[in-house]
């Protein structure tokens, strides 16, 4: 199977199945010296680790991160990270009735289809699950970025009908309730509505935006390697996510260029812009404001209520989804697009330390000066 590894500078191969002994996944690229533990990774997984609210599965997975190598000390050494977390509550047992028969919004038929074979314990590779991998590698990313001032916060925009406005955030409120949602009080009536889908065997999906604060302008490229091109294709490989805008997005389509332009303006002779109507993105490139963008994901696809789908052979039959799963996938899917996107940048920045040969030269001189030896040649 390819398509398993992200990134061109900064490097990362996911493993594992929902099911199977364990996931993981390999960091290559990460520079040397970063400091680096268990517990930088940890804080990561167990923002979404499942069994932490009456809105995600009951699964009960510590999905406790062990590092197998590429740290010495405390710190990277340059080499390839390995990041292992074990399966230890699986239930393979509840998808038994699942066999030969195609659950709908999954990718059972799909697989089926290409490989002519599938693991239908929790879908295996195409699990959720597989996430953990992204966010153990992010997790990494994100404290790359922390180190040269950039931030990356996701948050939850909406979930179903019930959205905050911007001029409405509040991003004390985050982590103070369960659905990661900035603003109180429409946290408190989401919940309402969950419980609701919940009552009626169902499932709800909303939206995540996410805002990369710190980033100077001048990342990214301006054919293929844009960097909300990026940033689009690592969000939407995210299983459940089946939208995505950056800045305005859709909106931008029934404005005028007049008001959709961001003016230029200047301050002490330091350039900014008066909007960020292009969500932080010019031309592919990073123009120095904050870089905006927001996913849309789905209803969590596997539902206890009864639904028509076919077996294998196409014969029709009703299918009952056994097991444990979230009523709504976005609170835990909040930290997901958030590791995507802090490996996003972090390859962008990589890529964009070769584009100018004043980089290039200052990189050489730093070596001569740090080099072991240096003093000695002086």
Same mark, same amino acid.
């Given at each position: 199977m390819s398509g398993s590894i992200y990134g061109r500078y900064f490097q990362i191969s996911t493993w594992g199945?929902?099911?199977?002994?364990?996931?993981?996944?390999?960091?290559?690229?990460?520079?040397?010296?970063?400091?680096?533990?268990?517990? =930088?990774?940890?804080?990561?997984?167990?923002?979404?680790?499942?069994?932490?609210?009456? !809105?995600?599965?009951?699964?009960?997975?510590? =999905?406790a991160a062990e590092i197998l190598s590429g740290v010495f000390e405390g710190r990277t050494t340059g080499t390839p990270i390995s990041v292992l977390v074990r399966n230890t509550d699986q239930r393979s047992h509840d998808y038994s009735?699942?066999?030969?028969?195609?659950?709908?919004?999954?990718?059972?038929?799909? !697989?089926?289809?290409?490989?002519g074979f599938r693991d239908y314990r929790g879908g295996g590779r195409s699990s959720g699950r597989e996430t953990i991998g992204r966010v153990a590698a992010g997790a990494i990313a994100a404290k790359i970025l922390r180190e040269l001032g950039i931030k990356v916060q996701a948050y939850t925009k909406a979930i179903g009908p019930f959205s905050v406005e911007e001029q409405d955030y509040? !991003?004390?409120?985050?982590?103070?309730?369960?659905?990661?949602?900035?603003?109180?009080?429409?946290?408190?009536?989401?919940?309402k509505y969950l419980e609701e889908c919940i009552r009626s065997q169902d499932s709800a999906g909303g939206i995540i935006e996410c805002r990369i604060t710190g980033l100077p302008a001048g990342i990214g490229d301006p054919v293929f390697e844009k960097l909300d091109a990026s940033l689009a294709k690592a969000v939407l490989s995210i299983g459940a996510v089946k939208g995505f805008e950056i800045g305005d997005g859709f909106v931008a389509a029934r404005a005028k260029g007049s008001t959709n332009n961001d003016v230029f303006r200047s301050r002490n002779g330091q350039i900014y812009k008066a909007s960020n109507h292009a969500g932080g993105v010019l031309g592919g490139i990073s123009d120095g404001s904050p870089v905006v963008f927001r996913a849309a994901v789905k209803p969590t696809s596997s539902i206890s209520r009864e639904q028509l789908t076919t077996d294998r052979e196409g014969r029709e039959t009703t299918l009952t989804v056994k097991g444990r799963h979230d009523p709504v996938i976005v609170p835990r899917a909040v930290v997901?697009?958030?590791?995507?996107?802090?490996?996003?940048?972090?390859?962008?920045? !990589?890529?964009?330390?070769?584009?100018?040969? =004043?980089?290039?030269?200052?990189?050489?001189? =730093?070596?001569?000066?740090?080099?072991?030896?240096s003093a000695l040649r002086k």
């Open positions: 199945e929902s099911h199977g002994k364990g996931i993981g996944v390999v960091v290559d690229g990460c520079p040397a010296g970063l400091p680096l533990s268990e517990e =930088d990774i940890q804080c990561y997984l167990d923002r979404r680790k499942p069994g932490q609210s009456r !809105f995600t599965t009951a699964r009960r997975e510590g =999905d009735n699942i066999m030969d028969c195609y659950r709908p919004g999954h990718a059972d038929y799909t !697989f089926d289809a290409k490989y509040d !991003f004390s409120q985050t982590g103070k309730n369960p659905l990661c949602m900035p603003h109180a009080g429409l946290a408190e009536e989401a919940e997901v697009v958030e590791a995507m996107a802090a490996l996003t940048v972090v390859d962008a920045l !990589f890529a964009g330390m070769t584009a100018r040969m =004043d980089s290039v030269a200052a990189f050489c001189q =730093d070596l001569r000066q740090t080099s072991p030896g």
